[in-house]
């Protein structure tokens, strides 16, 4: 009843930047936390950033200093902004949020959607 769509991945050499998106619609009351997951082959999804509904943001370490999550709360929609791209931030990029879905439910995370391929090449 709620779906995920990300995009904006895409091949981008080391030092490069991309902007991911991913929006939620469906049976939406209010949506809490957001978040940015990626995958690599052979390794477990990881966090890659948060933001909550305040605005409060936090960070792998692994990116901090070099990507930005931001949200549009009218649009149900979550960004990651990557500069200086790594080798090693090749992945499936997935995102997730805490939503609502009526008045008389709690926050609970969502299905994951299909993920968005970002490659950065040496």
């Known amino acids: 009843q709620v779906q995920l769509v990300e995009s904006g991945g895409g091949l981008v050499q080391a030092g490069g930047s991309l902007r991911l998106s991913c929006a939620a619609s469906g049976r939406i009351f209010s949506i809490n936390a957001m978040g940015w997951y990626r995958q690599a082959p052979g390794k477990q999804r990881e966090l890659v950033a948060r933001?909550?509904?305040?605005?409060?943001?936090n960070y792998a370490d692994s990116v901090k200093g070099r990507f930005t999550i931001s949200r549009d709360n009218a649009k149900n929609t979550v960004y990651l902004q990557m500069h200086s791209l790594k080798p090693e931030d090749t992945a499936v990029y997935y995102c997730?949020?805490?939503?609502?879905?009526?008045?008389?439910?709690?926050?609970?995370?969502?299905?994951w959607g299909q993920g968005t391929q970002v490659t950065v090449s040496s």
């Open positions: 997730n949020a805490d939503i609502r879905m009526d008045y008389f439910s709690g926050y609970s995370p969502v299905p």
């Open positions: 933001i909550t509904a305040g605005g409060n943001t």
